[in-house]
């Protein structure tokens, strides 16, 4: 295969078999779930493909490939991926057929339509993470909210349509501010000498986007990150995430947690940082301070949650909290933590959501207080109820350890936070292991005190096959987590790089103690021991 169209046939895969589906009648179920599966399937062989042809020591983007598309407007059909894409969008395409196939007896109804939104889902979910021109992103960004608008509202619980609708406004408020920034950027450019034109261009306007004057870079800077914090959600941005959350399908949790969310803190590592450097020094203390909150507060509500999936959803507030505090720690160690955070919440959490999937389609309840003693007629659920959990926590030796490490790690030496921000951001760490193992001591030990608890089914091969994958990665990543942070240290670096260079550039001064070291260099102190 030609590599420069991999990217394109990775993308638009799904969508192809989204489109064949058509001809299956809706009534042959079983052919419509083997051919959405086996499509899903052949896109994550092909993610595995990229993965392996990927050059872990080249930071620039890959698999480049470039058409004109609305030429009067100088906007191309341009993608690529780096570091930062790349373990992102294996993410996408490895929990896209776990979702799919833990639907496959849950979905009952309208199950040609759930698979072709799926498929769509996905295909959207890759364009956003290849796009690299701003219209192009802005374009996949967008239609990935239709098909998960319609999995939470025909397939979720009984507030669905609400939840649903709560989504989509949230999202696309957010989104309208950023498509003005984009047109303001596009405008720019024809403004200035070089490119002299409009253009959306992501790679022109790496070098474009720092020379706009502080005053007006702080508005787009604020348009930008206002959308992506919606999509995180960071705190006090977060309010629709539970109702999502306990409304969608568990196909649809999954996917929410473990891949659209990460549009929200990959947009701010793609777009924020590289584009408004000045901004983002201007505002860095300040959104740290919303990251610390937000990791406090999702954790002390997590605590109170008698609905296990609401429990969970919350959690999510509190570890991408983590994500944020990591990208904005501007180190190398930082910027690490978080990428290989996102795919470790996306696993994790995606694994909590699929568990408490399974418990409900035996109980049709998540209420805590109804469960007890599952321990001794599940085992094999509880045990991989335990792992993923003490996963979530960040347990030594899971994959959840090596992120938050990272991130701390990056965040406590960075030249830009007070320590204090790391401090208090561990004490989460502390919360997590509270809120988490209190919820499974409640559910899984004591007394089977309901006699509807007494006579449920372990595990069936299907749903081990949908947990048993997850579970090798976590273990995977927390033994031996070299094999994905080779990929993304090159990425990482030049993220730091550019930003600090183009902080040397403007002269700008820090106000902190650490101001005074000299911001030309690179990483942190513990990225020079490295």
């Not at 901004?279 to 509500?301: D, E, K, N, Q, S």
Request: hydrophobic letters at 55%; a positive charge; proline letters at 4%.
């Amino acid at each position: 295969m030609n590599q420069s169209f991999i990217l394109t046939a990775l993308i638009f895969l799904p969508l192809v078999g989204a489109v064949g589906l058509f001809t299956i009648r809706r009534e042959n179920l079983t052919a419509i779930k083997s051919v959405g599966l086996a499509f899903s399937l052949l896109t994550l062989i092909l993610s595995l493909f990229i993965f392996y042809k990927f050059d872990a020591a080249t930071a620039g983007m890959q698999f480049w490939l470039s058409i004109p598309w609305i030429q009067s407007l100088n906007v191309n059909y341009t993608v690529g991926i780096d570091g930062i894409s790349l373990l992102l969008v294996l993410l996408t395409t490895f929990l896209t057929p776990i979702a799919m196939l833990s639907a496959w007896n849950s979905i009952q109804h309208r199950v040609r339509e759930f698979t072709i939104m799926v498929l769509l889902l996905e295909t959207g979910m890759l364009g956003v993470f290849c796009a690299l021109d701003l219209i192009l992103f802005y374009m996949f960004w967008e239609a990935m909210l239709i098909p998960m608008y319609f999995i939470i509202g025909i397939w979720g619980g009984g507030n669905r349509i609400y939840a649903a609708v709560k989504f989509f406004v949230y999202t696309m408020f957010g989104s309208l501010l950023m498509l003005v920034a984009i047109i303001w950027l596009g405008y720019y450019a024809s403004t200035v000498p070089s490119p002299g034109r409009f253009t959306t261009d992501l790679v022109q306007l790496y070098t474009l986007g720092p020379q706009i004057p502080v005053a007006i870079q702080t508005w787009m800077f604020l348009a930008f990150t206002l959308s992506f914090a919606i999509k995180i959600p960071l705190f006090p941005f977060h309010t629709w995430l539970p109702d999502a959350h306990v409304e969608a399908p568990t196909a649809g949790s999954v996917i929410l947690a473990g891949v659209l969310l990460k549009m929200g803190t990959y947009g701010l590592l793609r777009f924020c940082l590289p584009l408004f450097p000045q901004a983002t020094l201007i505002f860095m203390p300040y959104i740290a301070a919303l990251a610390v909150i937000g990791i406090i507060y999702g954790a002390l509500v997590s605590m109170v949650q008698t609905d296990i999936k609401k429990l969970v959803a919350y959690s999510s507030v509190s570890h991408l909290g983590f994500v944020v505090l990591g990208i904005f720690a501007l180190t190398v160690e930082g910027v690490q933590g978080s990428i290989i955070q996102m795919v470790n919440h996306g696993l994790s959490t995606g694994a909590l959501f699929l568990i408490v999937g399974m418990i409900y389609d035996r109980r049709h309840t998540r209420d805590i207080t109804e469960f007890g003693g599952l321990a001794k007629v599940v085992p094999i659920l509880c045990t991989f109820f335990m792992i993923v959990s003490l996963s979530s926590i960040g347990l030594p030796g899971l994959n959840g350890f090596v992120g938050e490490f990272l991130i701390l790690l990056g965040s406590f030496y960075s030249r830009y936070l007070n320590q204090w921000f790391t401090i208090v951001a561990a004490t989460g760490v502390i919360f997590a292991a509270v809120y988490l193992l209190w919820m499974y001591q409640r559910v899984v030990f004591g007394k089977v005190s309901n006699p509807a608890n007494q006579n449920l089914s372990d595990l069936s091969l299907r749903e081990l096959a949908v947990l048993v994958p997850v579970v090798l990665f976590i273990v995977w990543i927390g033994v031996y987590p070299g094999t994905f942070l080779k990929k993304t240290e090159a990425s990482a670096q030049q993220v730091v790089l550019r930003a600090n260079s183009q902080l040397q550039l403007r002269n700008l001064t820090l106000n902190n103690p650490m101001s005074r070291i000299d911001i030309g260099e690179t990483g942190s102190k513990a990225g020079s021991n490295k």
